[in-house]
């Protein structure tokens, strides 16, 4: 009785929450939490549970192993609004809960939070749980990379029945003191010639002897085939791997994974990673390569996640950034597009952004100087921390656009003098004017 009063009530307020406020994401959770607290383990019920967690990638990775499964004929869920945290996470099972249908075995693919893990595995126990990586994010609520692997571990072990699947390119994933079956991902093949740390990159020292590592090759930050010169310790062997890379550009990828040919819609050596780990998830399972291949080529970008928006002609691809590493990246995508272009960076330091903005300083924005931007747009709370970051970088102060408000900034895409312009925002400046877009008629959907 308890249950199901939990439920109905949470169900309406779903309901009233996405007519009136085009929300539902989190408060029908929190709610179900005061009613009910243990609610999220008899929704769970019949459910085989894959929790996508790391610093980058997860909303991305969730989505493309969400359709991979629905193109396979499988049941499946997901929390395709990115509300990562314990309340978003019972909000959508509570709103895919149907109380009438038989119950079989499904599947649902969970984004989390990497803080809110352990509060999901004390109720789940989920089939597989997938770690990306770990990069700086944050840092005023994970602290340090090692902060956020401790939070990582607390929920893992909780659960030593689940099945891990790791970045084998991630150094703070390997040799893990678990139980957990461990299969590991990676890249068997150079992107290019790199083999130095950057001066900013994160975790660049040994996990067992603090020396500095040697790299074969580096992907991206500190990412790629390490080793320690001075322990031995070195990459785990890899389960799953990109095998050789044919092509890079600004509209996409095409990649080899263990020797068969993928092409991925969505640019940029990150979403490689989500490709494999995606790959990996999905081909454990048992998915073919065929329908894999399918997914990925013809996969739509989740919101924000170089999604482009028509704005009276003019291309709008949207981009979140939240950490150093994910924007350098970002800036590496942009490089890759060698036509006429804009770009619009906007820097909010709300809770949900880290309310420290310093971490800016730790971008390689001198790499914009190697590419012709015609105008840059400077929006958001911190606008003017950005605006001294990137004359400070060396870019031309007299191509800046300073927007202080959404509809100035609304008006100079629209006046554009080029059709491309690449959004680069943090995470509330980028929710917030999509909504301001999808109020605008821009848009039709906010998630």
């Known amino acids: 009785m308890r249950f199901n009063c939990t439920l109905l009530i949470s169900k309406l307020t779903i309901k009233l929450s996405k007519l009136f406020f085009n929300g ?25 549970v894959i929790i996508i967690t790391g610093t980058n990638g997860k909303t991305t990775t969730t989505s493309m192993v969400y359709n991979m499964l629905l193109n396979n004929g499988e049941d499946v869920i997901t929390n395709e ?11 959508c099972f509570i709103d895919k809960y149907c109380i009438f249908k038989k119950n079989k075995s499904k599947y649902a693919v969970i984004e ?24 700086r994010d944050q840092m005023d609520r994970y602290g340090e990379v090692y902060t956020t692997l401790e939070k990582i571990m607390d929920g893992i072990k909780k659960t030593p029945e689940s099945i891990l699947i790791l970045n084998g390119d991630e150094s703070l994933l390997c040799d893990l003191n678990l139980t957990n079956t461990k299969i590991y991902y990676g890249f068997s093949c150079a992107v290019d010639n790199n083999t130095n740390l950057s001066l900013n990159a994160d975790a660049k020292f ?59 819609s969505q640019s940029g050596t990150y979403n490689i990673y989500n490709a494999l780990s995606a790959y990996t998830i999905s081909s454990f399972i048992g998915v073919s390569k065929e329908v894999i291949a399918y ?54 330091d709300n809770y949900a952004d880290g309310t ?24 958001g709370i911190r606008l003017y921390d950005m605006s001294i970051r990137l004359k400070v970088a060396g870019l031309n102060e007299n191509s800046f656009n300073v927007c202080d408000n959404y509809e100035n900034l609304l008006s100079s895409i629209s006046s554009n003098n080029n059709d491309n312009i690449y959004m680069l ?18 848009l039709k959907k906010i998630w």
């Not at 322990?231 to 044919?246: E, Q, V």
């Open 81 to 91: 609004t990115g509300a990562n945290m314990l309340p978003g996470i019972i909000s």
């Open 295 to 348: 997914t990925l080529q013809s996969m739509k970008s989740s919101f924000g996640r170089q999604e482009v928006v028509n704005i009276e002609g003019k291309h709008l691809k949207i981009i979140l950034v939240k950490n150093p590493a994910g924007f350098d990246e970002a800036l590496k995508s942009v490089n890759l597009d060698d036509s006429d272009k804009s770009l619009a960076l906007l820097l909010n």
């Open 206 to 264: 040994c996990k067992k002897c603090k020396s500095l590592y040697s790299y074969d090759f580096i992907t991206y930050n500190h990412l790629g085939n390490f080793s320690c010169p001075n322990c031995g310790f070195k990459r785990p062997n890899l389960d799953y791997s990109i095998t050789k890379i044919n092509s890079l550009s600004s509209s996409g990828s095409v990649v080899q994974m263990d020797n068969y040919k993928f092409n991925i």
């Open 425 to 442: 925002a943090t995470y509330t400046a980028m929710t917030s004017f999509r909504k301001f877009l999808n109020n605008k008629g821009y």
């Open 356 to 379: 420290d903005v310093s971490w800016i300083w730790d971008v390689d924005f001198e790499n914009l100087n190697n590419t012709v931007i015609d105008k840059v747009f400077l929006s």
């Open 112 to 135: 989390v939070d990497e803080a809110n893990l352990k509060l999901v595995t004390q109720y789940i126990t989920p089939y597989i749980i997938c770690v990306s990586n770990l990069f």
């Open 24 to 48: 539902g994401t989190n408060f029908p959770g929190k709610i179900a939490l005061k009613l009910y607290p243990d609610i999220l383990k008899p929704l769970s019920f019949n459910y085989k």
